[in-house]
């Protein structure tokens, strides 16, 4: 008796296909042409790789597709890495990607490491001879596609950061067959305008094969020999290209490479202001220090000037006519007292005889009281002549009046001998009427004869 075969449900033989397929094969490579794409609001994508006699319906979720380094779009031809599957509900067989690269990315992929390989040990990547980018630089080349959106994302960094950059545009094609020589003619040129302080190279994401042109041996060498700086800013952060390790600086994106060319306008904006204040504190205490030097000097000048010298000479002058005139106040009140006291004894005295004696007495005292005054008098207005003349010979007026001269050096000392003083010395001359700058020409020592 022939025995009953199992029955299964649909879900169950479904699975069954499921775990058959995705334990036999493995992962799986598989090249086709993209068709009915659908990449949908929750980030997986949904398509066919279909070739001239079958299609496969295919799932690549959000985890795996943001790993791509191209868009994919219908028509595109790709391949794609995976397993085989079965969606159980529906029954439907399809491929879950995890990997997928256009078509012939793998032999661009080959023929960049080996490239890459050669151009490193000819020493185009070596770190010596990478030049600094300016700290400040006034003007900017471009060397991108005028209409793409890497320009328009440079030039928004710029106004943002640094809006006082000028920029140069040299307009080029970013890929194609003639992408990399247009890339290496502007290069040159640049170099030979000589009016950019540095050069940024740039384009926008793609597949390796849209950014092949940067992958040229051409592009590599026109950039090591630029003399002006070059940094490099093209694809996303995940693509890499030859230009990126030949150029002296690179970018992860051509955003990135705006920031890292300029300064933040708004930073040293407000670096200025703090140094400007710094400055203008250091000058007000530089000004104050010298307005205090110089009371200071004018003080001294004013203690030493001749004149303040010639008031102090003419206070003790008065000082001494004042003492003078005391002196002799003194004296003949002393002489008037006498002769009163002489006359108050004369009328105690009644003998006419003694009267007339001494009334002949006190005019004979009278007299004598005169001449001593008198003589007094010449003697003190002698010594106040004398002490007159004296004052006269130490007034330096007096001596510049005899022709005489006061002769001081740059910093107002009193210069009185040879030894004082040098050749070519600044000397400063005051006479009686004025004064004179003089610089010395000849010094003559006086012989000891």
Known sequence: MAETPKTYSVSEINSIVRDMLESRLGTVSIEGEISNFSHVSSGHMYFSLKDHGSQLSCAMFKGSNSRLRFVPANGRQ???????????????????????????????????????????????????????????????????????????????????????????????AVQGETSAKQIVSAIAQANL??????????RGGGSIEDLWSFNEEIVAHAIRSSNLPIISGVGHEIDETIADYAADVRAPTPSAAAEIITPDGKELLHNFYAIEQALVELTQRKIDQHHQTLDFLSQRLEQQHPKN??????????????????S?????????????????????????????????????????L???????????????????????????????????????????????????TTVDAKLHVQLQDGELESNVQKIVEKSSK
């Open 78 to 172: 790709v391949i794609a890495h995976g397993k085989l599957s079965l969606y159980v509900p529906n029954g439907r067989y399809q491929l879950i990607i995890n990997r997928m690269e256009a078509a012939g990315e793998g032999a661009l992929q080959a023929k960049f490491i080996e490239l890459k390989q050669k151009l490193a040990d000819q020493g185009v990547f070596d770190q010596e001879l990478k030049k600094p980018l300016p700290k400040f630089p006034t003007r900017l080349g471009v060397i991108t596609s005028p209409t793409g959106a890497a320009i328009q994302d440079i030039l928004n960094v710029l106004q943002r950061r640094y809006p006082i950059m000028d920029v140069k545009i040299y307009p080029v």
């Open 193 to 202: 305008d000589a009016d950019c302080d540095v050069l940024l190279l740039s």
């Open 309 to 326: 010298v010639l008031k102090s000479q003419q206070d003790t002058l008065a000082g001494l006519r004042k003492r003078l005139h005391q």
């Open 328 to 368: 002799q106040s003194y004296s003949l009140r002393q002489h008037q007292d006498r002769l009163e006291s002489f006359s108050s004894s004369l009328r105690h005295l009644q003998p006419l005889h003694k009267i007339a004696q001494l009334r002949e007495q006190c005019k004979h005292a009278g007299e004598r």
């Open 370 to 420: 005169r001449t001593i005054q008198n003589e007094y008098l010449v003697r003190s207005k002698h010594r106040l002549i004398l002490a007159s003349e004296g004052l006269n010979t130490i007034n330096p007026r007096a001596t510049l009046e005899r022709g005489y001269a006061i002769i001081s050096d740059s910093k107002g000392g009193i210069v009185d001998s040879i030894r004082k």
